[in-house]
């Protein structure tokens, strides 16, 4: 059970873009647990209400709520973020958790249908999040926006061209915003903040149930990756805006 009312995020208002998938309902949970207000968004309304669901029993009655948002589309968005900072007052954070992926075996039989998918999941969900929770985030005193990475984007492989070249236009777009928020503080450096995390890849605990054999070596279980994203909130806005933090090894 968490500490609620005296964890390290009490008193913050959380949204979580991508919530129902493994690594959002982590990520709800964990930001319960630590006092925060947590909002959630999927397009699946059923995968986003037992996230909700799970994240709120183990939190012992925290805030945790879900709304279907169309991620793809920026009005509902934008209402997405006006609506939370209306009802609950401010708007500290912003998890980017929107995951998809499809690759080929080789270079030379990469399908650009599989970029037009990744672009549309990777890329314009990132430009619609922060662009309807920029200001928001700049008027909390602790905002964070934070980029769930592959490593992949630093150093894409034969068969990941599509996925890596999305993953490296998401990062680039976080650290422009990176830079809004430094540009905006003036001389006394930001308290608003966009950071990436980067993983290799990520596992739960259906993954290993799957494949009981398998070492998943160098992936980031996604309770590991939950604790990372609580941690971006312990740091200074000037330590993680506009940088990459490693949660695996750096190619």
């Known amino acids: 059970m968490g500490n609620g009312a005296n964890g390290a995020l009490s008193g913050t208002v959380i949204a979580v873009a991508g919530a129902g998938g493994?690594?959002?309902?982590?990520?709800?949970?964990r930001l319960a647990e630590a006092g925060a207000t947590v909002i959630g968004a999927d397009n699946d309304p059923e995968r986003l209400s037992e996230a909700v669901d799970a994240a709120r029993y183990a939190a012992g009655g925290a805030t945790v709520t879900g709304d279907t948002v169309d991620l793809l589309d920026l009005q509902s968005t934008r209402d997405w973020?006006?609506?939370?900072?209306?009802?609950?007052?401010?708007?500290?954070?912003?998890?980017?958790?929107?995951?998809?992926?499809?690759?080929?075996?080789?270079?030379t039989k990469t399908s650009l249908d599989d970029w037009d998918f990744l672009e549309m999941l990777l890329i314009r969900t990132v430009q619609h999040t922060s662009l309807a929770f920029h200001e928001a985030l700049q008027r909390s005193d602790r905002g964070r926006y934070v980029l769930i990475s592959a490593a992949g984007a630093s150093r894409p492989t034969a068969g990941n061209a599509a996925y890596s070249a999305a993953k490296a236009a998401a990062e680039a777009w976080t650290l422009a915003m990176g830079d809004y928020f430094?540009?905006?503080?003036?001389?006394?450096?930001?308290?608003?903040?966009?950071?990436?995390?980067?993983v290799k890849a990520l596992v739960h605990d259906a993954m290993r149930a799957e494949r009981p054999n398998a070492k998943f070596a160098g992936f980031t279980d996604v309770k590991d990756l939950a604790e990372a994203i609580e941690g971006v909130w312990s740091k200074s806005a000037a330590e993680v805006n506009g940088n990459r933090l490693w949660l695996?090894?750096?190619?």
């Open 248 to 251: 695996t090894e750096k190619p």
């Open 182 to 198: 430094r540009k905006a503080a003036g001389a006394d450096g930001p308290t608003s903040a966009a950071t990436i995390l980067v």
């Open 81 to 107: 973020a006006t609506h939370i900072e209306k009802d609950f007052g401010r708007v500290d954070g912003l998890v980017h958790l929107v995951g998809g992926w499809r690759g080929s075996e080789t270079f």
């Open 22 to 29: 493994p690594a959002g309902r982590a990520a709800l949970m």
